[in-house]
């Protein structure tokens, strides 16, 4: 069956380092999206792409960094991890649809804790 | 800026009662749609409803959609224990409200 994978499942770091989380799909869709969770704020939008070496800015960019070099793989790296950016991380992806009726489905989430 | 905004943030009821959660929107919408998810995990999509319905069903699910007032509303009937988790609203942009946290007691 499809699938999207998200590794690792948790992950601690310390301040100043540079964290990459992956985010690998089966679907075969063309969009892929990376989120973070916190609590009081719900879902926030990171960084999206439409397509291979497509990439876009979410609400919560700075400090984040996608590419996309195949259809499969939206690794999120974070150039000089703080620890504001403690959160669990969800990678979503959708196929694009002619009506825009695109459906999210997501990963499992990864629990990154910058000590 | 987020785009649904889900009310109430927190519901707690009892097993077999109807539960209610509202979303507002700000923009113009083509649908939006509800998420829910269960304690640590990813979002499950539940369902979608286009601007040009009034309302959707779906097995003890429904969904309304005012585009005058900009808001949605998710029914969930007849709750169970299973129903406890959190619930998003989301618009074409795929940017989430803070959710309602529902809890169904046994």
């Known amino acids: 069956d499809a699938e999207i994978t998200q590794s690792p499942r948790h992950k601690i770091t310390e301040t100043g380092r540079q964290v990459t989380l992956a985010c690998h799909q089966t679907?075969?869709?063309?969009?892929m999206f990376w989120y973070r969770q916190d609590l009081g704020h719900g879902l926030r939008l990171i960084h999206y792409s439409y397509g291979v070496q497509d990439t876009n800015k979410g609400e919560v960019s700075d400090g984040y960094s996608v590419s996309r070099s195949n259809t499969e793989d939206l690794p999120l790296t974070l150039e000089s991890a703080a620890s504001s950016q403690t959160s669990v991380y969800f990678c979503?992806?959708?196929?694009?649809?002619?009506?825009?009726?695109?459906?999210?489905?997501f990963g499992s989430g990864t629990q990154l804790s910058v000590l | 800026s987020q785009q649904g905004e889900e009310d109430p943030q927190a519901l707690s009821i009892q097993e077999g009662e109807n539960a209610t959660m509202n979303c507002s929107y700000k923009t113009s919408i083509n649908n939006l749609q509800w998420y829910r998810q269960n304690s640590g995990r990813g979002l499950v999509h539940l369902i979608l409803?286009?601007?040009?319905?009034r309302e959707k069903h779906s097995g003890r699910l429904r969904v309304t959609l005012d585009t005058s007032k900009k808001s949605s509303s998710l029914l969930i009937t007849a709750s169970r224990a299973a129903d406890t988790a959190s619930y998003f609203c989301a618009t074409f942009d795929m940017r989430f409200g803070a959710g309602t946290r529902l809890t169904v007691k046994p």
């Open positions: 679907w075969n869709h063309n969009n």
């Open positions: 979503a992806s959708s196929e694009t649809t002619a009506g825009g009726d695109e459906k999210l489905f």
């Open positions: 409803i286009r601007s040009n319905e």
